[in-house]
């Protein structure tokens, strides 16, 4: 999971407090992006769910592609379940899509 600030905030101490997120030396599984690695494009087209902003799926989609484990994998049944029906895709371009990043 991957999560960005606008900021270095109490917000996103406290969101990260609630998640339970502690620092590890390796074998992590959250990624915490903080200014200037995004800047604010990241948060183009955002979602909101219970009340806290969220990464849009296309900037989900380019995250997904640099993770090794199971990002490509991920990242496939995003394009499939939920990019393919926002951006009314055909087939071809799913396929393209999924190609481009594999």
Known sequence: MSIAFREHSVQGALTLAAMYAEPVADGGNLVVFSPPYYGSAVFIGTNEHDGMHITSDVQ????????RVRGPEVAEM???LRL???FDLSGADI?????TFA
């Open 95 to 99: 396929r393209r899509l999924i190609e």
């Open 78 to 80: 995003l394009v499939r």
């Open 84 to 86: 393919a029906k926002q």
């Open 60 to 67: 989900l989609r380019l995250d997904l592609a640099r993770y």
